[in-house]
């Protein structure tokens, strides 16, 4: 049996067929949870400077928090944003815990911490992003903008909590 399946599929490529991977998630999509320091600064940040759209927002209670594992049953926010306002886009989500505060110092690079340490946002033009940013005194990191290619430069920046983000894209 074992020996009939191999032959099978190699008979499938030299034909020139695609065998399609199997997959247990529902979704393509990813959604990524941030918590904020200042959600106000945050959304102006996401919004007004990346240029996101505000999705949705909703509230986790108390009960459902613990029950979850999400906290000790401390209830927070959480305002949902997307590069676009559509079902095929991931989401961004930033999370507002009455006085929740980082733990740990700002980073300056990357290798300064063991987490997730940026997100990359692929932009159609990086000078409108860029503008926007300048406007709101958003420094940028290493000597950026830079070629990356022949079709696009790169910027590093950090969010007002300190989240990298690398945007990409034609100037």
């Known amino acids: 049996m074992k020996k009939y399946l191999i032959l099978s599929l190699a008979f499938a490529l030299m034909l020139g067929l695609k065998v399609k991977a199997q997959s247990n998630f529902s979704s393509k999509l990813i959604g990524v949870g941030v918590v904020v320091a200042?959600?106000?600064?945050?959304v102006d940040?996401?919004?007004n400077g990346i240029?996101?759209?505000?999705?949705s927002s909703f509230n986790?209670?108390?009960?459902?928090?613990k029950r979850s594992g999400l906290s000790n049953g401390v209830p927070f926010a959480v305002t949902v944003l997307k590069?676009?306002?559509?079902p095929e886009a991931n989401e961004w989500k930033l999370i507002s815990i009455k006085g929740a505060k980082a733990t740990h110092p700002k980073q300056n690079f990357i290798q300064d911490d063991v987490r997730p340490q940026y997100i990359t946002i692929n932009v159609k033009s990086l000078k409108l992003v860029l503008d926007r940013l300048a406007?709101?005194?958003?420094?940028?990191?290493?000597s950026t903008p830079t070629t990356l290619n022949?079709?696009?430069q790169f910027a590093f920046v950090q969010d007002p909590d300190g989240n990298f983000i690398e945007l990409i894209g034609p100037m």
């Open 150 to 152: 022949a079709q696009s």
């Open 45 to 47: 940040f996401y919004v």
């Open 51 to 55: 240029g996101m759209v505000k999705a």
């Open 83 to 86: 590069l676009e306002n559509s």
């Open 60 to 65: 986790i209670a108390e009960d459902f928090a």
């Open 135 to 142: 406007k709101m005194n958003v420094k940028l990191l290493g």
């Open 38 to 42: 200042d959600i106000e600064k945050s």
